[in-house]
C-alpha cells in the first residue's frame, strides 16, 4: 500500500512571496490533516478535512493561510504572503474514517520543510 | 484548551538499557493514544498505539502502558539501539464531532550511546 505523497520536500522562499503544498493521500482514506511543525515541537493542526469538507480549521491563519480538497482526494495548502515565521515542516496526515477499529490511525507523509529569508 | 504534556524533552541511554517516555493527557474523553517515531528529515512513523480500553501492549522491544484514571500513558523500550535513536511524540486522540481530533506531546529527543 503507498504511504501518504507529498511535494515539494524542500522550498526556500523569501518573505511576502506565496508558496503551495500538495499532499495526496493513501488511497481511500477519507480523513486528511495538514500540520504546521515548527522545530522542536509537536505536530500542530492547521485544517481537517473528511472527505472533501472541512471539519476543523480553527487554528488556520486565514489571513494568509488556505487549502483545499477537491473530489475529497488530493489537497493543497497556500501560504500568500509567508512570513518569517512560517519557517516550518508542514505535514500531512490521512485515517481512514470509520466509526471503529482503526478509522482514527493517522498516516503521515514525508513533510515539506518551508524556509522563508 | 485541552493538551498532552510529554516528558522528559531529552533522554540519554546506554545502548542495552531501556527508556521510558511519559505522557499526560487532560480530555477524559480520549480514547486512542498513538506513538510516534520522527528521524531526521522524515515524517512520523506509527510504532505502537494503545485503546482506552486496554492497559497495556507490547510489541516486540516496545510496550505501551494507559493508566486511564491518572489520564496518563507510557512508552517503553527496551534493549535499546542505537537505531532507536530519534524524537518520539505521544498523541492522545478524540472522537468528536463526527471525527477524530489529535492533540500532540512536545517530543522526546532520544539518544542511544553505543
Known amino acids: 500500500e503507498a504511504g501518504v505523497a507529498q511535494s515539494p520536500r524542500y522550498k526556500i522562499i523569501e518573505k511576502r512571496q506565496s508558496v503551495a503544498f500538495w499532499c495526496n493521500p493513501i488511497?481511500?482514506?477519507?480523513?486528511l490533516y495538514w500540520y504546521q511543525q515548527i522545530l522542536g515541537q509537536g505536530p500542530k493542526l492547521l485544517i481537517q478535512?473528511?472527505?472533501?469538507?472541512?471539519?476543523?480549521d480553527s487554528q488556520l491563519p486565514k489571513d494568509r493561510f488556505s487549502a483545499e480538497r477537491l473530489k475529497g482526494v488530493d489537497s493543497t495548502l497556500k501560504i500568500q504572503p509567508a512570513k518569517l515565521e512560517d519557517s516550518a515542516v508542514y505535514l500531512c496526515?490521512?485515517?481512514?474514517?470509520?466509526?471503529?477499529?482503526?478509522?482514527?490511525?493517522?498516516?503521515f507523509g514525508p513533510g515539506t520543510r518551508l524556509t522563508v529569508l | 484548551g485541552e493538551n498532552v504534556e510529554q516528558h522528559p524533552s531529552t533522554l540519554s541511554v546506554q545502548e542495552g538499557d531501556s527508556a521510558v517516555i511519559k505522557c499526560t493527557y487532560s480530555?477524559?474523553?480520549?480514547?486512542?493514544f498513538p506513538w510516534y517515531k520522527q528521524e531526521l528529515g522524515k515524517g512520523p512513523q506509527l510504532i505502537i498505539d494503545?485503546?482506552?480500553?486496554?492497559g497495556e501492549k507490547k510489541d516486540q522491544r516496545i510496550a505501551v502502558t494507559l493508566n486511564k484514571t491518572a489520564k496518563h500513558f507510557s512508552l517503553h523500550i527496551t534493549e535499546t539501539q542505537p537505531e532507536d535513536s530519534a524524537v518520539y511524540f505521544c498523541?492522545?486522540?478524540?472522537?468528536?464531532?463526527?471525527?477524530?481530533?489529535?492533540?500532540f506531546g512536545t517530543g522526546t529527543r532520544l539518544k542511544v550511546l553505543a
Open positions: 480530555d477524559s474523553a480520549s480514547n486512542y
Open positions: 498523541a492522545a486522540s478524540t472522537y468528536d464531532g463526527g471525527t477524530y481530533k489529535y492533540i
Open positions: 494503545i485503546r482506552s480500553n486496554v
Open positions: 488511497s481511500g482514506h477519507a480523513t
Open positions: 496526515a490521512s485515517s481512514p474514517w470509520t466509526s471503529g477499529g482503526s478509522g482514527d490511525t493517522q498516516y
Open positions: 478535512f473528511q472527505n472533501n469538507g472541512v471539519v476543523d
